[in-house]
């Protein structure tokens, strides 16, 4: 099978995988515990967090562990808009955010909060104008995500960061399909929060961190014992979190040549099959998007149908395609960059990983244009076309 479903999930590198195993059975303690078993797990763990602040150029005191992105996710938004709600109740946020940023201020809609939701346009990059625009004396945060999960673009995030700063708002990034593919520097990039999480760069499902920059204060959203300074307690994941901090030293070891790798890898690809496969697009901006992401969209083509003959070769991938998901609605993202609904129907998302090589790159652009040019001799839509 040819793996290209990386913004998905990744496989544990067999690194991670190894570094994990110690803390399940022979050093299982509580890290909350004084006795020697206990210390070891504590250790490991303020050891991984100094991995993964090292990656995000933070200091480890600013990192919290979490069970993801999701929930780094939503502590950062709704623990700030708990926080400071007697000061404001506004947020900024874009149109093509993840559902874990995108839902949770759809929640917070519902409770009292506005939100702004900062177009794309068809690049699929908000215009810092309108943000400057967006802001009033009632916002108390900007969310805006550092690279998209489906189309791969880059947001100007220094930029917004900058302006966030002058106006005393706090900021937060979602970058988790960026922390290991492209660098991330917390200070750069002026962020006053930064989710991350573990399964998208070869770590265990189910584990992330969350930045908050010294001195910003944000509400808890669960309570319990005082684990993570009290932001999110609960007796902590030792073994995914030393898998967390394997993974992002392994990641920063190799971000440059990764990178180059996986950006010429996805070039060949772009460049190939706009050439070879008529009526094929490209979604997102050429260049400013992530290293291993590609998303094209084809004429008169279904998507499940497109990922399940690309299945039946061997090829894992994903599309922005009504029927795929679950609320049978088309990707708001490939809306977001002005798509019509038909359009978004033939949607094909590749994300590669550093593990593929340019034989498997090869052989997908073949699948796709055998691929395509089968169910469009099928296709009533392509056939009344006259194409
Ligand atoms: C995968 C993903 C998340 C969610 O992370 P989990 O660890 O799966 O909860 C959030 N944001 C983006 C951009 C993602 O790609």
Redesign the pocket.
């Known amino acids: 099978m040819i793996y290209l479903d990386h913004?998905?999930?990744s496989p544990v590198d067999p690194e991670v995988f190894e570094a994990m195993k110690p803390y399940f059975i022979d050093s299982f303690g509580n890290a909350s515990t004084l006795y020697s078993l206990g210390r070891e797990g504590k250790n490991a763990m303020e050891a991984a967090r100094e991995q993964v602040a090292s990656i995000i150029g933070a200091e480890t005191k600013e990192i919290i562990f979490t069970?993801?992105?999701?929930?780094s996710?939503n502590i950062a938004i709704k623990g700030t808009a708990y926080k400071f709600k007697n000061k404001g109740n506004h947020i900024i946020t874009s149109t093509i955010e993840?559902p874990?940023?995108y839902e949770t201020c759809k929640y917070l809609e519902k409770n009292g909060f506005e939100v702004t939701y900062l177009p794309v346009y068809n690049d699929g990059i908000v215009k810092v104008s309108d943000l400057k625009e967006a802001i009033t004396d009632k916002t108390i945060l900007i969310t805006i995500?550092h690279?998209?999960?489906e189309i791969g673009t880059i947001q100007p995030i220094a930029e917004i960061g900058a302006i966030a700063r002058e106006k005393g708002i706090y900021f937060h990034t979602?970058a988790?399909?960026t922390v290991g593919k492209i660098p991330v520097d917390v200070k750069e990039m002026n962020v006053d929060m930064l989710?991350l999480?573990?399964?998208?760069l070869y770590g265990p499902?189910?584990v992330?961190a969350l930045y908050i920059r010294k001195g910003v204060r944000v509400e808890p959203i669960i309570h319990g014992g005082g684990h993570e300074r009290g932001i999110r307690p609960g007796t902590e994941n030792i073994p995914g979190i030393v898998g967390l901090g394997k993974a992002c030293s392994i990641a920063k070891e190799n971000l440059v040549r990764d990178a180059q790798k996986l950006t010429s890898l996805r070039d060949k690809l772009i460049d190939s099959v706009l050439e070879q496969v008529e009526d094929s697009y490209l979604n997102g901006h050429r260049t400013k998007r992530l290293p291993n992401n590609a998303n094209f969209r084809f004429t008169a083509i279904e998507g499940e149908s497109l990922i399940l003959t690309l299945d039946s070769k061997g090829i894992a991938s994903s599309t922005g395609s009504a029927c795929s998901s679950t609320k049978l609605e088309p990707s708001h993202v490939l809306m977001a960059i002005g798509l019509k609904e038909v359009e978004s129907h033939g949607s094909l998302r590749i994300s590669l990983g550093h593990e593929n090589t340019e034989e498997d790159i090869n052989y997908t652009i073949n699948a796709i244009k055998e691929v395509v040019a089968k169910l469009r001799k099928m296709s009533p839509l392509w056939c009344a076309s006259g194409t």
Do not use: L, P
């Open positions: 913004s998905a999930t069970s993801g992105g999701t929930e996710d993840h874990a940023v995500m690279a998209n999960n979602d988790v399909q989710s999480s573990s399964h998208k499902k189910g992330g």
